[in-house]
């Protein structure tokens, strides 16, 4: 099951910015860390953001992420047809829930 | 470079055990702040965590499927192994393992291909 909402779906025109939220509560994102992944229909997720702003080596610098108390965003900037993609966000929840994703978002480019 | 590949039947029959392996190369899970998870994905719906394990050997679990679940580890081998039991038609979908690394602040920062179970009678 997920406990991290995020909005089903997203869609904007090339060279737009669009933003994808992600909301938790105290046990999962208000104390740890929020992770961003991508996931294109049929491929496996790839790591998009760590450590809520953090981008691996070889991630554009027009994703970015961010953090406030018990919800993160990831932004998308200059949004281009191959960021067409599944979108999840994903945090520690403690010991005992062990490791949530988010619902999901897809995001369309017109 | 770090891989790791899923492998497993492509179907089960429902009650019975499944059994995945995740056969890992380029590290190693007796590195300090290491770690391998176990995620599914049903068609068409989000990504599920279901498992970890740690270079100690401690063990973490979906508190909702923690009953039907073990994770298990041979450090010689290189792999991990996730057995889901009682399984149903609901536990249809693709199985990932990924690597945990606390470079990457516990991300997943390397993901395999994906193994596609369908439980079916």
């Known amino acids: 099951q997920s406990v991290l909402t995020q909005p089903p779906s997203i869609s904007a025109t090339p060279g737009q910015r669009v933003t994808i939220s992600c909301s938790g509560d105290?046990?999962?994102?208000?104390?740890?860390?929020v992770d961003w992944y991508q996931q294109v229909p049929g491929r496996a997720p790839k790591l998009l953001i760590y450590?809520?702003?953090r981008r691996p080596s070889g991630v554009p610098d027009r994703f970015s992420g961010s953090q406030s108390g018990t919800s993160a965003s990831l932004a998308i900037s200059d949004l281009r047809s191959e960021d067409e993609a599944d979108y999840y966000c994903?945090?520690?929840?403690?010991?005992?829930?062990?490791?949530?994703f988010g619902t999901g978002t897809k995001v369309t480019v017109l | 470079q770090v891989t790791l590949r899923e492998s497993g039947p492509a179907s089960v029959s429902p009650t019975q055990t499944l059994t995945l392996t995740c056969t890992f190369t380029?590290?190693?899970?007796?590195?300090?702040?290491?770690?391998v998870d176990w995620i599914r994905q049903a068609p068409g719906k989000a990504l599920e965590w279901l498992a970890r394990?740690?270079?100690?050997?401690?063990?973490y679990y979906n508190p909702s499927l923690r009953p039907r679940l073990t994770i298990s580890k041979d450090t010689s081998k290189n792999e991990v192994v996730l057995r889901m039991t009682n399984v149903d038609p609901v536990d249809t979908g693709t199985y990932y393992c990924?690597?945990?690394?606390?470079?990457?602040?516990?991300?997943?920062?390397?993901w395999g291909q994906g193994t596609t179970v369908t439980v079916s009678s």
């Open positions: 450590a809520n702003d």
């Open positions: 394990i740690d270079w100690e050997d401690d063990k």
């Open positions: 380029g590290f190693t899970l007796s590195t300090s702040s290491m770690y």
């Open positions: 994903a945090a520690w929840g403690g010991s005992l829930n062990g490791h949530v």
């Open positions: 105290n046990s999962n994102i208000g104390t740890y860390s």
């Open positions: 990924g690597r945990v690394a606390g470079t990457y602040f516990w991300a997943t920062d390397v």
